[in-house]
């Protein structure tokens, strides 16, 4: 059973922290509650703000520190062709090039992007095509959104480590 406790303590000792210790007190989690989302134009942009809002729970009480400012492009492109050169498959892309701006300074922080994409079927049916690519966008938006945390988190992890090394 002294495995166990070697393989812990190595574990302990090679530096993983958790991103979001402290749980929603943790630095990096007060930090995103800090984040507001501008708006994003398009249908796309309304899914993509609305993820991301809901991922950031913006703090109440104090304003925001920082100001998140994103442009989506959106595609979609035919491909599978039958013989008759009918349209058989699609792929829907998402591209977000997001900017974290710190609203104190003005000064850009972060300057990333992120994407995804789905195929789609495309049907006989016009109204299930236009469903499936309304569904793929609303499956992007999440991934999107999902990124972007992600990166936001890191930079807000990172920062609390340059703020601790400092003291």
């Known amino acids: 059973w002294s495995l166990p406790l070697i393989l812990l303590a190595a574990l302990s000792g090679c530096g993983l922290r958790p991103v979001y210790s402290g749980g929603g007190q943790g630095a990096v989690a007060q930090a995103l509650g800090h984040v507001e989302v501008a708006k994003i134009e398009g249908k796309g942009g309304w899914l993509v703000r609305n993820a991301l809002n809901d991922r950031l729970s913006v703090m109440s009480g104090a304003g925001p520190r920082y100001?998140?400012?994103?442009?989506?492009?959106?595609?979609?492109?035919?491909?599978?062709?039958?013989?008759?050169?009918?349209?058989?498959?699609?792929?829907?892309?998402l591209r977000a090039r997001y900017q974290l701006i710190d609203d104190a300074t003005g000064a850009q922080v972060l300057d990333d992007t992120a994407g995804s994409d789905a195929g789609i079927d495309v049907t006989s049916s016009e109204y299930a095509t236009i469903a499936a690519e309304d569904t793929a966008l609303e499956?992007?938006?999440?991934?999107?959104?999902?990124?972007?945390?992600?990166?936001?988190?890191?930079?807000?992890?990172r920062e609390q480590a340059a703020r601790d090394s400092t003291r």
């Not at 400012?69 to 349209?87: P, Y």
């Not at 938006?141 to 999902?146: H, K, L, Y």
Request: net charge positive.
């Open 139 to 157: 499956r992007l938006s999440q991934t999107i959104a999902d990124q972007i945390v992600a990166q936001l988190a890191l930079f807000a992890r």
């Open 67 to 93: 100001r998140l400012v994103v442009k989506l492009d959106d595609q979609i492109s035919g491909f599978g062709l039958r013989a008759d050169a009918a349209v058989t498959r699609e792929r829907r892309t």
